[in-house]
């Protein structure tokens, strides 16, 4: 589902997209000079670029790929009805100009009105088939945005969060994406996810779409997060599942010195109702001793989209 999601995402800015390109472009052709400056310059550029922007001519999905992804014709109906409810897709469908060819997609809300073409300005004489109205669907501008800045991630991380933190003795009242944080000396570091627990204790996540974009400073930068919160724990999660971690996501877990690192995968952010083991309490010195053995997490065995299928039918959303 988040495949399908991410590619009608992607297709819709080409245009945008290649602007992007051509200003990655020029910043390599003028690597000849100073190789090193325009490296970098390069990696900012691309860390910049967001998958799409939107506009008129966002992509569009229809039932039969919904009904494929989730591999459930029934369920994505369930589905399909809470994405519309939520307002993260919206109903409409293609229209073509007779007069022009001019094609558009149009909203359901705007089908009862005349409709004007884009094209040539005039009334749409006849916009619809005479036999039958396709829907097809657009990602609504709150799930296109998510998307655009990886930050679906950041959501579905704060959902487990939330879920396994509350089965603990301390209750989470907030988790708040993109925190940064600034000491004395002017030193600022970031938390992709801050989670408040009752207390007043904090923790603090580091959030990568993929486990290869963990690099070390990130490591360094958590560690360092962990000590200005005075908690001695960090997590770590990312969209890949176990089988898919890059060797600096497994091997961060293993070694943290005095702060105690864990990790939380798609095995984990996939599963209805996530459980990082631990031990019924939120993670304090005495459950995580540094340099101790991960604890074992909850797996979701099988097929996630099977799973995610049957979920749907036997909960309501
Ligand atoms: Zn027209």
Known sequence: MLDLLYKKSAATGMSWWKKRATEQAKVVAAA???PEEALAELKCLIENVSVSHGGESAATL???ELSRAIGNKK???VWLRWAEEKSLLLR???I???RCQREAWRPVSELGTSIICDGCARPLSHPFEPTSLPFSYRLGESLRRAIEMDSIYHLLVMRAIRVILESGVEKVVGLHPGVDFRNEDGEQLEADVLVAMEGGDLLACEVKHRST?????????????ARWLGNPTVLFACGDTDQELAPIFTSAATVGGD??????????WLAPNPNLNLNG???????????ADVPPRSKLAGDHEAKFADLLLTESL
């Open 32 to 34: 000849q000079s100073n």
């Open 62 to 64: 229809v039932f039969g």
């Open 75 to 77: 369920a994505a109906k």
């Open 92 to 94: 409409g469908t293609s």
């Open 96 to 98: 073509k100009c007779q």
């Open 213 to 225: 974009g963990l690099k070390a400073t990130d490591i360094e930068h958590s560690d360092r997060l």
């Open 259 to 268: 702060v105690w690192r864990r990790l939380l995968t798609a095995d984990d």
């Open 281 to 291: 309490r939120y993670p304090g010195p005495d459950v995580c001793q540094p340099g």
